[in-house]
């Protein structure tokens, strides 16, 4: 089976987007899809920015904000601007690495809702422990584990990853031969091109 890595930054409205839509799609597609959490932070500083270009780039940030509101709209989610924005990360992007595997995507998928849907505070330790909480995981124990040298390292090795494979924004989708495509709108394309490539 052909696959494709998703990478995605909690902060990133498009990858929430994403993140509620990937996993069916790719499914129906035959792809397998691998779920890399990173931090846009580093690779924004390296180009830099020392803020979210949707910040920096009024005009820009306001295009984004309703461009949000009618693609949720179209797609049935439910959609509330967190404050502030760009949230801190960093916490969630960890716990991402923490749980295993086979649970990451459930786990994201709820930490968008909770900042995009809800607009909760996802740096907030306790909200998070609740999120881990509602999907029968051990709160205490993978917070615990998200705080290991184990764990750090991973996540500085997976945005190191992200940055050697060309990725500057979030979502982004490379394909096993390193084609990347980036944006929401481009899932279907990359999803096509590893099936093409198979």
């Keep these: 089976m052909p696959e494709i890595d998703f990478w995605y930054e909690f902060a990133s409205t498009y990858s929430y987007l994403a993140a509620m839509r990937a996993e069916p799609m790719a499914r129906a597609a035959g792809v397998g899809l691998r779920w890399r959490p990173f931090l846009l932070g580093p690779i924004f500083a390296a180009q830099g ?15 984004m904000w309703r461009d949000m509101e009618r693609l949720c709209a179209e797609r049935g989610l439910a959609f509330r601007r967190p ?44 909200l998070l422990a609740s999120l881990l909480s509602e999907l029968g995981l051990p709160a205490d124990a993978l917070l615990a584990r998200a705080k290991s040298d184990e764990v750090k390292t991973r996540l500085r090795a997976e945005t190191e990853a992200a940055q050697a494979a060309g990725v500057f924004g979030a979502p982004a989708f490379v394909t096993a031969d390193g084609e990347l495509f980036w944006g929401d709108d481009r899932l279907e394309q990359a999803l096509g091109w590893a099936r093409g490539k198979d």
Excluded: C, H, M
Aim: aromatic letters at 16%.
């Design 49 to 63: 920015w020392n803020n979210s270009p949707f910040n920096i780039y009024p005009a820009k940030g306001r295009y």
């Design 83 to 126: 404050d502030p924005f760009p949230q801190n990360t960093l916490l969630a992007a960890r716990l991402a690495w923490a749980v295993p595997d086979d649970r990451r995507a459930d786990f994201s998928r709820s930490v968008y809702l909770a900042e995009f849907a809800e607009g909760r505070d996802i740096s907030d330790a306790r």
